[in-house]
């Protein structure tokens, strides 16, 4: 009797629907009737078992076609702001859809792409990157969407790499730079220098500009400029920007007595004109929507130019579109992982360090944070090479010299910078200020401080020839980092920034709270590191060891928050032996600072009058009440004293009371009297003195706000805010 499993009936005449198991097995054919031939043949059991109807294969993806691949393109370009106009060349309306929906290749459809369908629809996270060069440009791309069209697309709005500019981009650049004098080209050709006396430029700019900033290459360059001078017809806008801002630079370097030698002409005069060539040179380049690095060198060039007749807060500006432009071109990004060559790798690292260096010099004047763009690449720092161990056919990188190079001064900053990211607590905010952190221990500073000082002591000291003045600078460069960066690691204000982590919503405790709390040996470093930045600065200002040549690139704007240290320090002190050889240095530097000496036209001037007659009267004070002779008194202090309104003796500060601490007001500070600046960059006649309110020097230990309103002082003053290089 056969089975038949699920109780299904027979169909009619006996006959099952469907064949028995053993014959489908088989795969032959059943008479599909109980005990059916081939299974009595075979002496096999006859099971009738329901077939179970299989799964239906998935069929394969639909096929897009040509023109259902462009409408999808033409939707994502709309998507991000492309004007597309629909094209008119094909209609597919009354194509049959089957046909229509065919593609050239097939889709695929893994998880992979269902998850980007979500959260990534246009694939913007697997893109990789692109640069993309052509005829000395570089244009690179974060954007996954034209990154991955590739070079011959990008967005319609942007003017394609190495296409002719019209004249709006000569407003554009014109609205940034200010530009006064309408040269033409046949005005600024008129302007080139002889051969005679290019030889003699091309001279002191090696020896005095090109170690402040290493970012053209000599040999090239100076091949580049001489060729195009003999063609002037072929001469390119970039190139010629780049060659007018190493005019302005050589000029900015030279005295009043060689430019008379090799001009004729005053100094001022040659800066003017030359500045106001670079300007147009950079105008008729396109600077604001240039692709070309030599464009952005010459920019590079002309901001470092601008130093002594421009304030920070307009220099920050133009550091500002000098860092959009450069990340831009990609220079934020290292060159061996954009597959350029060692010789373009190297000078894409120069430029693009000099210009991180310069933002966050400037950003540091200013008291604010530099720009974020500045932590978003991976550009490696320079080799430490020089121009003669460069070529551009160079299929490998070369092996990096032992000693100094004109690369040494930007490799120090580099490792600087480097130190102060290991401090940071915020990633991209890289700020001296980070040296203040309580989450790391005094000596655990001091031992990454060190490590910095015997680095550089392996690669750069002891190979200094005493006898070369750029060795000497260097000396002094390496040597003044390490006081600063001690001088911030023990700095006093540090325990604010302790205090206000475990007490932020508390007031600021009372003045002796935060002197009790400072130790004697952290006052002790503060004083002898802000001691000998003092020296340092005295040792390049007397002009000594041929370091009068680099002084058209040494600024001011550290050295008052020294004296302000310094000036604390001796007030604790009052008599010593260090106390006495403060008074000498104090009045070197105000020898080179005679506006200090001289009638008071500013706030930062009058307060650092006021304080030093405040601490010599200490002084005298001390000197009495110690049974010590009565100091003789400088000249600098009678000049002060003459000059401003008679201080009177200090009182006596009773214990535990809290001196006058009223910060110095827009008002009060004669700020809102201040007018921009002429060209010569000299100080405007401000407020008197008695107009001013300062606070006492002790209140600045009491409340941290006195520090960041005397730095915002400083920087708001004309010609303090200076980007330096030491």
Same mark, same amino acid.
């Given at each position: ?63 897009? &076609? =040509? +023109? ?7 939707? /994502?370009?709309?998507? $991000?702001?492309?004007? !597309?106009? @629909? ?102 050709? &008129? =302007? +080139? ?7 003699? /430029?091309?001279?002191? $700019?090696?020896?005095? !500009?090109? @170690? ?515």
């Amino acid at each position: 009797m056969p089975q038949s499993m699920g109780g299904e009936s027979l169909e009619r005449d006996g006959v099952f629907a469907y064949s028995c198991l053993a014959c489908r097995q088989r795969k032959i054919k059943c008479d599909r009737r109980p005990n059916c031939s081939n299974c009595i043949k075979t002496s096999k059991q006859c099971v009738f078992v329901p077939p179970v109807r299989g799964k239906r294969k998935r069929t394969k993806p639909p096929r897009e &076609s =040509l +023109h259902a691949k462009l409408k999808r393109y033409e939707e /994502l370009l709309k998507s $991000y702001g492309a004007n !597309v106009e @629909p094209s008119d060349d094909f209609d597919d309306s009354d194509s049959d859809p089957e046909t229509a929906s065919r593609p050239d290749v097939e889709m695929d459809e893994r998880p992979k792409s269902r998850s980007k369908s979500r959260g990534d629809p246009f694939g913007l996270e697997d893109s990789k990157p692109q640069l993309i060069t052509k005829e000395g440009t570089s244009r690179y791309y974060d954007s996954a969407l034209w990154s991955s069209l590739g070079d011959q697309f990008q967005h319609p709005e942007i003017t394609s790499l190495g296409d002719p500019l019209d004249e709006s981009d000569d407003h554009e650049g014109g609205m940034l730079l200010e530009t006064e004098h309408n040269y033409r080209p046949e005005d600024l050709r &008129s =302007l +080139h220098p002889s051969f005679q006396i290019l030889s003699k /430029l091309r001279d002191i $700019y090696a020896d005095r !500009v090109d @170690p402040m900033m290493k970012i053209l290459h000599l040999p090239t360059f100076w091949a580049a400029l001489t060729n195009g001078l003999r063609n002037p017809q072929k001469l390119s806008r970039s190139l010629e920007a780049e060659i007018f801002a190493f005019y302005l630079a050589t000029i900015s370097s030279l005295k009043e007595s060689e430019c008379q030698s090799l001009f004729g002409t005053s100094q001022q005069v040659l800066y003017s004109r030359y500045k106001f060539a670079t300007r147009q040179a950079l105008v008729n380049a396109g600077l604001m929507s240039t692709s070309s690095p030599t464009t952005l060198r010459a920019y590079a060039i002309f901001i470092m130019c601008l130093r002594k007749s421009h304030g920070g807060d307009t220099l920050y500006i133009f550091s500002g579109v000098a860092i959009r432009l450069a990340r831009k071109m990609g220079l934020h990004r290292d060159g061996t992982s954009l597959g350029l060559s060692p010789f373009e790798t190297e000078m894409r690292r120069r430029l693009w360090w000099h210009l991180a260096h310069m933002d966050f010099r400037l950003a540091e004047v200013l008291g604010t944070r530099p720009s974020l763009d500045l932590s978003c690449g991976d550009t490696k720092p320079p080799l430490n090479v020089d121009d003669d161990d460069l070529r551009p056919d160079m299929a490998d990188a070369p092996a990096e010299r032992r000693g100094i190079t004109p690369v040494a001064p930007c490799l120090i900053k580099c490792d600087i910078v480097a130190l102060l990211r290991r401090f940071s607590t915020c990633p991209g905010d890289v700020r001296w200020e980070a040296l203040y952190t309580p989450d790391v221990p005094p000596a655990g500073k001091d031992t990454a401080i060190r490590e910095v000082q015997d680095r550089w002591e392996r690669r750069y000291m002891r190979y200094c020839d005493p006898s070369e003045p750029f060795h000497t600078f260097v000396s002094l460069m390496v040597r003044s980092s390490v006081c600063k960066m001690r001088l911030f690691a023990h700095s006093p204000r540090r325990f604010f920034a302790n205090h206000h982590r475990h007490h932020h919503h508390h007031r600021p405790p009372p003045s002796s709270v935060f002197v009790r709390q400072v130790p004697r040996s952290e006052r002790d470093i503060v004083f002898e590191n802000a001691t000998k930045l003092l020296e340092y600065v005295t040792l390049v200002y007397e002009g000594g060891h041929g370091l009068e040549k680099y002084m058209w690139q040494i600024g001011t704007s550290y050295l008052w928050n020294t004296m302000l240290y310094v000036l604390i320090e001796a007030r604790h002190r009052k008599t010593g032996p260090q106390v006495d050889r403060l008074w000498q240095l104090i009045g070197t530097m105000f020898s080179h600072y005679h506006r200090v000496l001289e009638e008071p036209t500013g706030a930062v001037y009058a307060a650092l009058g006021k304080w030093t007659l405040e601490v010599w009267d200490h002084h005298v004070a001390a000197s009495k009440a110690e049974g010590l002779p009565e100091p003789i008194t400088p000249e600098y202090i009678d000049t002060i004293r003459r000059r401003q309104k008679p201080v009177a003796a200090p009182p006596s500060e009773p214990q535990g009371q809290i001196p006058d601490a009223r910060p110095p007001t827009r008002k009060s500070a004669g700020q809102n009297k201040f007018q921009p600046e002429n060209y010569g960059g000299e100080l405007l006649e401000l407020e008197p003195l008695e107009s001013y309110d300062f606070p006492d020097l002790l209140s600045f230990e009491m409340d941290p706000n006195e520090w960041v309103q005397w730095e915002q002082l400083v920087a708001g003053q004309n010609g303090f805010a200076q980007v330096d290089s030491i």
